[in-house]
C-alpha cells in the first residue's frame, strides 16, 4: 500500500529537472492567457515542487485518500506553480496537455485555484489573508479525527499585511497545532510595488516567533534547505512552524526577476520566447 502512495524520493538534479519544466509551463500558460501572474508563480517554484514530489503524503490516483497531506495555495493568484505541479504529479484532473488553456472559458485551469473545476484541490482560493484559516481549521479537524496528516499554507508576503493571517496565527499557536505548516514566498514584491513602500512586514521572522510559532529562514530556491526545514517542522511539536522562505519574484527569467511589473501582466509572445531561451 505505501509503495503506491510514496515513489522513491527525488535527487536535486531531478527536482531542478521539474522545477525548470514547470517555469517553462508558468511562462507559456500566462502568455497563452494574456492575463495572470508570473512573477509570483516563479518565485514559488522550488516550494510547490518539493513538497509535491519529496515530502507530502499524497495519492494522485486517489486524491480524496483521508490520510493524505493537504497544501492550500492562499496566495492564489499564483495558481499557474500549482497547476504544472499538479500536471507533472499526475493527477488526472490537472491535465498537462490542457495548461495553455488557463483562463479561458470553460478550462479547469481557472485564475484562481477552483475545486470545482479541479475537485483534487484542497480549497478554492484568492481572496487573500483567508487561506491560513482554512489550514487552522483543516488541521484541528485532523487531530480531532486522530489522522496523521499534516496541512501546508503557502501565504503571499503582500498578503500577511491582511488581519486575519495574525487571528489564524494567534490562534493555532494557542491551541498547539503542530501539524500546521505556514509558509511565507517572501519576495518583497506584491501588486502595486515592493512591500517594504506599501506596507513593510519586517521583522517578518520576528513577529512569526513572538505568535508563538516555531520559524525558520531559509532561501526558497535550495531545495536542500526547504527538505531540511520541512523535516525540522515535522519534528516540532507542540507549537506550528511557519518557513520564511527568501525567494526571487519572477526567478528565472532575468527580466522579470525583481520587477514589480510582472507581478499580474502576461509577457508578450516575443518576451515570452527570450524567456523559455533562457529556461532551456
Known sequence: MLESLFHMAKSIDELQD???RVRRDIVQMITAAKSGHPGGSLSAVEIVVELYF?????DPANPKWADRDRFILSKGHAAPVLYSVMA???YADAPKDKLNTLRQFGSVFQGHPDMRFIPSLEASTGSLGQGLSLG??????SRLDARPSRFFVMLGDGEIQEGQIWEAAMAAAFHKVDNLVAIVDYNRIQLDGFVS?????APVVDKWRSFGWHTLEIDGH????IEAALAEAAATKGKPTCIVAH???GKGVSF?????KFHGVAPTQDECKLALQELN
Not at 513602500?197 to 512586514?201: A, N, V
Open 136 to 141: 487552522l481549521g483543516m488541521a484541528l479537524g
Open 256 to 260: 522579470m526577476e525583481n520587477n514589480p
Open 197 to 201: 513602500d506599501i506596507m513593510e512586514i
Open 54 to 58: 519529496n515530502h507530502m503524503r499524497i
Open 222 to 225: 535550495d531545495f536542500a534547505a
Open 88 to 90: 507533472e504529479r499526475g
Open 247 to 249: 525567494t526571487i519574484k
Open 18 to 20: 521539474i522545477a525548470k
